[in-house]
T-cell receptor, first 115, second 115 residues
Framework: AQKVTQAQTEISVVEKEDVTLDCVYETRDTTYYLFWYKQPPSGELVFLIRRNSFDEQNEISGRYSWNFQKSTSSFNFTITASQVVDSAVYFCALSLGGSQGNLIFGKGTKLSVKP | DAGVIQSPRHEVTEMGQEVTLRCKPISGHDYLFWYRQTMMRGLELLIYFNNNVPIDDSGMPEDRFSAKMPNASFSTLKIQPSEPRDSAVYFC?????????????FGPGTRLTVL
């Protein structure tokens, strides 16, 4: 069975702190895709990143970085120098190769960044 | 470019009434997805279409739910009759596969309250 676990339900940090959101996934497939989405208080879901199972290179985009480790089935997301605008619920999701619709979401981590 | 458009944004109805949610995908996208988000169950895929054809409706909770996609630019999700437990945020998303799997772009959601 496929599953995504985000063990951190809520995290609260002070502005400018670094914060890491954890994501652990389960699948027996060798081809799969991992995603992070952001859901700000306004409610929409915003795509952040997609990573396929054959590409374990870490990625950095501005203050955002992602660490993909197949050995531990983890795809963690780090925000450096957090800002109040980063306050949102962040979802990690898994999809199996060849299946366009089977996007399995974790329960989400609510991040609150205080000034 | 306009994103995924959903209407209405908010819907309040009474138990037993018919509810119709509407979605216009991004032009050129040939996959369309309907999701439901609740506190208890998180984000769940209800059904998805490819080229207007339903591919997987295994997530549709029961016969009270139905979805159609009469053309490439319009889809509806209907609940008849509605029940209080249907209260949730319903998201529509679309994607255009460039490779094996591509990110889904989400609409702003419809917040449904059934009294």
């Amino acid at each position: 069975a496929q599953k995504v676990t985000q063990a951190q339900t809520e995290i609260s940090v002070v502005e400018k702190e670094d914060v890491t959101l954890d994501c652990v996934y389960e699948t027996r497939d060798t081809t799969y895709y991992l995603f992070w989405y952001k859901q700000p208080p306004s409610g929409e879901l915003v795509f952040l990143i997609r990573r396929n199972s054959f590409d374990e290179q870490n990625e950095i985009s501005g203050r955002y970085s992602w660490n993909f480790q197949k050995s531990t089935s983890s795809f963690n997301f780090t925000i450096t120098a957090s800002q109040v605008v980063d306050s949102a619920v962040y979802f990690c999701a898994l999809s199996l190769g060849g299946s366009q619709g089977n996007l399995i979401f974790g329960k989400g981590t609510k991040l609150s960044v205080k000034p | 470019d306009a994103g995924v458009i959903q209407s209405p944004r908010h819907e309040v109805t009474e138990m037993g009434q018919e509810v119709t949610l509407r979605c216009k995908p991004i032009s050129g996208h040939d996959y369309l997805f309907w999701y439901r988000q609740t506190m208890m169950r998180g984000l769940e895929l209800l059904i998805y279409f490819n080229n207007n054809v339903p591919i997987d409706d295994s997530g549709m909770p029961e016969d009270r739910f139905s979805a159609k996609m009469p053309n490439a630019s319009f889809s509806t999700l209907k609940i008849q009759p509605s029940e209080p437990r249907d209260s949730a945020v319903y998201f529509c998303a679309s994607s255009f596969p460039r490779g094996v799997f591509n990110e889904q772009f989400f609409g702003p959601g419809t917040r449904l309250t059934v009294l």
